[in-house]
């Protein structure tokens, strides 16, 4: 954790010490299951998906992140992090994988994906961009008899593209939070529980408004 100005080094101690017991334990990912659980239920789904999505986002690090699992995405020219998110189809966080932002969307999938059907064993179907296509689908069709269906972008004026706009508001919900507008974290684990209390806020406000 970055230690805030004015706070007592006790005081950040005792903090820091319950946050990386609770990382450890995967404690922040518990709590995301837990209310997205709740929140589907309150929208009269089922506890667990059938479907989901898959999107990433490359984000710029910070001297306080260091150079640790930091690269250079050099299709979008950013020095940081990639967030790989599934989310169901309602654009609720499953799962979070942080890598280095050089590491390919297939690459970091992979991991995504492996916690994904441990999450959600019954997924049946999943959407992504066209950056997930080629062996990626027959490697998910291989391993987790599941559809992993690619879309592609079309540039002739605008158009929404069916579904993919769900996990891309996910991510923009998850920027929002002034930790996640840049990577600030000196690991990935760090990143990734990040995302997670990010999440939280967004499924206890939904629980809220019910």
């Not at 890598?99 to 994906?113: E, I, P, R």
Request: charged share 30%; glycine share 6%; net charge positive.
């Amino acid at each position: 954790m970055v230690k805030p100005k004015n706070v007592p080094f006790e005081v950040y101690t005792t903090v820091s010490n319950h946050y990386n017991k609770w990382k450890r334990l995967g404690l922040f990912e518990k709590i995301n299951t837990a209310l997205r659980r709740s929140v589907r239920k309150k929208l009269e789904r089922s506890d667990e998906p059938t479907a989901a999505l898959i999107d990433s986002q490359s984000i710029k690090s910070t001297p306080e992140a260091g150079g640790v699992d930091v690269g250079i995405d050099g299709g979008k020219l950013v020095r940081g992090r990639k967030r790989s998110i599934a989310t169901d189809t309602l654009g609720l966080l499953i799962t979070v994988s942080v890598h280095s932002a050089n590491t390919s969307d297939k690459k970091a999938a992979m991991d995504v994906f492996k916690t994904l059907f441990e999450l959600c064993p019954e997924i049946e179907k999943i959407w992504a961009d066209s950056g997930y296509k080629g062996s990626l689908v027959n490697w998910v069709k291989e391993n987790f008899n599941c559809i992993l269906e690619t879309t592609n972008k079309t540039w002739s004026g605008f158009k929404v593209e069916a579904k993919r706009w769900v996990v891309e508001r996910t991510l923009a919900w998850l920027t929002r939070s002034r930790r996640l507008a840049k990577e600030y974290e000196k690991t990935t684990e760090s990143s990734e529980a990040m995302v997670y209390i990010s999440s939280t806020r967004v499924l206890l406000k939904k629980l809220h408004s019910f």
